[in-house]
């Protein structure tokens, strides 16, 4: 059985940085590309940042670039997110995602897999 477990949500204030987790099990990602993504208000769901797990490859949406880093760490079959200089806007609950194909992909029904989510909060 496949999971994702999202964790490190939290409540900052604007300007302030975070980073968030996923703990993979179940399935080894030597080839897929695996994302973060956003939901503010249901039902959209905006891709936040992907990293592609054979080689590295980043890509970030234009509202984070500069601020995030997507990361990942092999050995212990993790996922990452750090968050510096966030942004009110950025308030939202952050999801990690699995893709079984090779390509990379900024859609959200494109992926699989899915953790629970997790909540960040940015006051002003």
């Known amino acids: 059985e496949v999971q994702l477990q999202a964790s490190g949500g939290g409540s900052v204030q604007a300007g302030g940085s975070l980073r968030l987790s996923c703990a993979i099990s179940g399935l080894a990602f030597s080839h897929y590309p695996m994302a973060w993504f956003r939901q503010a208000a249901w039902p959209e769901r905006e891709f936040v940042a992907s990293?592609?797990?054979?080689?590295?490859?980043?890509d970030y949406a234009d509202s984070v670039k500069g601020r995030f880093a997507i990361s990942r760490d092999n050995a212990k079959n993790a996922m990452y997110l750090q968050m510096n200089s966030l942004k009110p806007e950025g308030t939202a609950v952050y999801y990690c995602?699995?893709?079984?194909?090779?390509?990379?992909?900024?859609?959200?029904?494109?992926?699989?897999?899915w953790g629970q989510g997790t909540q960040v909060t940015v006051s002003s």
């Open positions: 990293i592609k797990w054979n080689d590295g490859r980043t």
């Open positions: 995602a699995g893709r079984s194909m090779s390509i990379s992909s900024r859609t959200p029904e494109d992926y699989t897999f």
